[in-house]
């Protein structure tokens, strides 16, 4: 019987055992698996290029050349503010002061003034902050202004006509420069005739100092009778 309750006793170990081995071995595999993330794709954004719209207009257009005309550029349909924004072919005095520039507002307005007649093709390509491009143009239509014509432009006439030219003096200065000669002059003569006054007063005074710096003259011996 004590054969008996001992191999019994081994039995159930060996099952416990078992169990706790398969335990062990099953928390193991949650353990690693739990530990391991998933890799996950990177997020695409996929779009088609153009995602935003944007929209070009001049007002007037027609314009004559040398009067101002207003540029509106607009960005609708989305679009991340801002907007990086490049712009050819421009009319002469219409070119944005730096290329590309870069604008936080989906409308803008830019007053411009074109100086030379022509038909200009303006061309605008922009991306937005999260990088989609779209881009646009239109026509700027620029006439001879009312003044004449302004750029490549030629003509023909004839005429005649006689004169004279060369440098003239005006008369005002020239009456500055008489009276400052005639003041020139008397200037010129009051000086010799004080240099002269001088040299003659001094003359003369050394002729007084020369008078008495010389000896009193003796008199002559008095002449007596013989004794």
């Not at 170990?13 to 530990?35: D, E, M, T, Y």
């Not at 349909?77 to 005095?93: D, E, K, L, R």
């Not at 060369?166 to 008489?178: K, N, Q, W, Y």
């Not at 000086?191 to 002559?220: C, D, N, W």
Request: net charge positive.
């Amino acid at each position: 019987m004590f054969g008996t309750a001992d191999e019994r006793a081994r039995r159930h170990r060996s099952v416990l055992a078992a169990v706790l081995i398969v335990l062990l071995l099953v928390g193991s595999a949650f353990g690693i698996l739990g530990s391991i993330t998933p890799t996950k794709a990177p997020s695409i954004r996929l779009a088609a290029e153009g995602t935003f719209t944007v929209s070009l207009s001049f007002s007037p257009n027609p314009v004559p050349a040398g009067t101002q005309t207003q540029i509106s550029l607009s960005f609708t349909n989305g679009g991340s503010s801002p907007f990086t924004v490049w712009v050819n072919g421009s009319a002469p005095g219409c070119a944005p002061p730096t290329q590309p520039f870069t604008t936080p507002n989906y409308t803008n307005n830019f007053p411009c003034t074109p100086s030379s007649s022509g038909s200009y093709n303006v061309y605008i390509d922009a991306i937005d902050n999260s990088g989609y491009k779209t881009s646009t143009s239109n026509t700027l239509t620029v006439s001879t202004g009312n003044g004449g014509c302004t750029s490549n432009c030629g003509g023909s006439g004839s005429g005649n006509g006689s004169g004279s030219g060369g440098f003239a003096i005006p008369d005002s200065l020239v009456a500055t420069m008489f009276m400052f000669v005639m003041i020139f002059f008397a200037g010129l003569f009051a000086l010799a005739g004080g240099v002269i006054a001088m040299a003659v007063l001094i003359s003369r005074r050394l002729r007084q100092l020369t008078q008495a710096m010389k000896p009193p003259e003796q008199a002559p011996p008095e002449s007596k009778p013989p004794s």
